[in-house]
């Protein structure tokens, strides 16, 4: 259900506002908060799609308690409108602004413009919900084809060079001239190469095991192929109990990792890396360390690198999409990235 969340240390203002709320937007729950410890509390367990909230409390106010909100994952992207008789001064506005605050209405606020800024914020809301809609579409459009690419390798030209190559080691090339022979065995190699090469595409391009094992499984997959190809040593330190994400989320950070993983081996000259995996909070925690020089910062501003991925720019918008947060730095020993997403716990 849609809701309303109003944070205000005055129970008659409360009041005033609910009744707003049920008269304009009888589709929408009211819910009171008292102060702005428990408004914070509440906005993390309800998701209210508007915050209301005033500045003038006793312990957190409400510039202290829109920065929190704004801190924090789970309520970041929640529209909050300040209502104060502090608004009719501009460097109180100014402040509430650089806190976070959507925009700022006065005490004694008139009814129709409270109306107007409501409606302003819950339409920037329904453009999140859209965007994120949309990425989510995206991510599965995209997935979907790379499967089929990755189908039409497999059944096609895998199964063509898979023939060619039986029938060429059918040939008796112990009868044959040596320049034959030799050609015979060298054009084998080839095949079986290509073969391998096919395979090793069809892999990359749709992972089987991320579908079937989930996420956890393919990542563990990947650094086992990471290692082998590159000679970087690779850990996976992970959760015992089993923790499912939607499908476009797995898909989303299982090519986030992959795409860290390349940089890594691009640009960190490590000779080791770690991938941690965690659920905390209500969030799910992945990180990717490295022994390596660190991270250089031009990277950061690349939406793609140079073979057509996602880039570290792209990936720190889709995850902000998401509600998330990616963070990536040097650290003492080489660099670290890790990200963080809304996770919602099994009942």
Known sequence: MKKILAIDDNSINLELLSQIIKLYYPDYLFIGALSGQEGYEIAQKENPDLILLDIMMPDLDGYETCELL?????????????????????AERTKGLNVGADSFISKPFDQVELKAQINVALRIKSYQLQLK?????????????????????????????????????????????????NTIQFTSKLLNKAIEESRRLTYDLSPPILYELGLVPAIKWKLERF??????????????RKTDLSRENNIFLYRTIGELLTNTFKHAEATEVTVKQKTKNGMYYISVEDNGIGIDKSQLKQKTNNKGGFGLLSISERIESMNGTFKIASVENGSLAEIEIPYIEEQ
């Open 70 to 90: 704004k801190q924090n994952n789970k309520t970041k992207q929640i529209p909050i409108i300040m209502v104060s008789a502090l608004g009719r001064d501009s």
């Open 133 to 181: 809609k949309l990425n989510s579409e995206i991510t599965l459009v995209e997935e979907q084809e790379r499967r089929r690419i990755a189908e039409n390798l497999h059944d096609s030209l895998g199964q063509t060079l898979g023939l060619a190559f039986m029938n060429l080691s059918s040939i008796d090339v112990q009868k044959c001239q040596p320049e034959i022979k």
């Open 227 to 240: 290692e082998k190809e590159t000679n970087i040593a690779a850990n996976l330190i992970t959760e015992k």
